[in-house]
């Protein structure tokens, strides 16, 4: 058996596209074979091998050739241009309900979708009461299909894929319309192929499934494969396309020194490093001290790979931690309290910015993340050269291990979401380490849960 669940190969899909309907019949009769349509590539030159049992998540604007590439894969359509080779059963759900009739009741597409995968009655039969269970739409699963509201719709559809025995899994952004607990349930399913070593492939706009769930993702843009590799760089290459960005930010806002030299001269000082002692004139050397550049790359806990963009009308110059009167600790050990300092400088007047920090796993899920918007604080307009300092204190409520913490400053406009200016993801490496608190719970996050005997009875 080969190693490569799916193998593209040079795919490429090509449509004609008319002005009016009645053009592609005039196209057809014409006695000089006159074009009168227009071609459009949706997808070009696709190359892509899906291992077996990996998860792959297919992200990409609107309009990039995502789905195209899903139902392409799954045989709904034939490519235009180069090969498809699939080793497995597949199961698709590409749209909402995509193959089942509105005019049957679900009991009988369900049925009808086993005839289609190769199963018969009896086979279907023998699984109905489990696709029905974890369905859960009790009594309707007897009524038509065209009754049913789109969340229904979905849990019929995804329940009946998933409980086929497929090799392959494919779902294209059909679980977004499902309420939350079902997209739990159907997120618990992935979990359980990919212990099953089987293959999953989706497509999403959720940024944050795409980093908790995916072995690798690749990037769609223009019908061409922009970007392949993990899930962290690809979300920030999306980010990029999302927000216009087509060169690096240092370039943008004229920052002194290019990312290779700035992570060349961060390695460098982080071997000379000295240790840092707990003493406040650390910080009160951080607070009186005005700088202009980025100073960043020479903090302790700096990370060369941090991710960022914006408009650079604000830059964040510089940061500082402490933890009981410790600047820069190496780690930060579990229930304690950190006090994150951001410095900011003004490159032009912003009449409401807004600052803020988040918390991210080192495969970019965020954990926790506020601004001074979220917390209802009033921040006065920078002017240009004007340099502020914001202090966020919380408390170290998760597991042990490696996290990256992020700054950022936005421009609130009333009636719209914050536009960035500068936001830094993944700027400061933050190492936790287990104390006694650690000891009292399981997971990531610490609830600070309290247990209490209240009534004993022999």
Known sequence: MSEFAIEVNQVSKKYKLYDAPHQRLWEALH???????????????????????????IIGRNGSGKSTLLQMIAGVLSPTQGQIQVNGRVSALLELGAGFNPEFTGRENIYFYGTLMGFTRDQMKARFSEIEAFAGIGEFMDQPVKTYSSGMFMRAAFSAAIHVDPDILIVDEALAVGDVQFQ?????????????????????????????????????EGGRVM?????????????????GAV???????????????????????????????????ELKAFLNQVTKQDQCPDRPNYNPSEYRYGSGDVQIVDYLIMVNDHVFPSVVRVGERVE?????????????PTYGFGLRTVDSVLLYGTNTSLYRIFC?????????????TFSVNI??????????????????Q??????????????????????QFDGVVHADCQIESLVSVV
């Not at 240092?250 to 020194?257: H, K, Q, V």
Request: net charge positive.
């Open 31 to 57: 006695p000089f074979k006159k074009k009168m349509h227009r071609e459009f590539w949706a997808l070009n030159e696709i190359n892509l091998k899906v291992k077996q049992g990996q998860t792959l998540g």
């Open 247 to 281: 060169e690096p930010l240092e370039d943008r806002i004229s920052l002194s020194e290019s990312s290779e030299k700035k992570e060349t001269q961060s390695s460098e000082k982080k071997e000379k490093q000295p240790q840092f002692e707990p003493n406040n004139e």
């Open 340 to 352: 994150v300092y951001l410095k900011a400088v003004g490159r032009k007047k912003i009449q409401n």
């Open 184 to 220: 739990s349930k159907c997120y618990r399913k992935f979990l359980e192929f990919q212990k099953q070593g089987k293959t999953i492939l989706f497509v999403t706009h959720d940024m944050q499934t795409v980093a908790k769930h995916c072995d690798e993702v690749i990037l769609l």
């Open 227 to 243: 970007g392949q590799g993990n899930a962290r760089d690809m979300i920030y290459r999306y980010w990029d396309l999302m927000m």
């Open 399 to 416: 597991s042990p291990g490696t996290y990256f913490l992020g700054l950022g400053v936005g421009d609130k406009v009333t009636g719209k």
């Open 418 to 439: 914050d536009d960035a200016i500068d936001r830094r993801y993944d700027l400061i490496q933050f190492n936790v380490e287990s104390s006694d608190v650690q000891k």
């Open 380 to 392: 006065p307009a920078i002017q240009p050269n004007e340099q502020v300092i914001y202090k966020f």
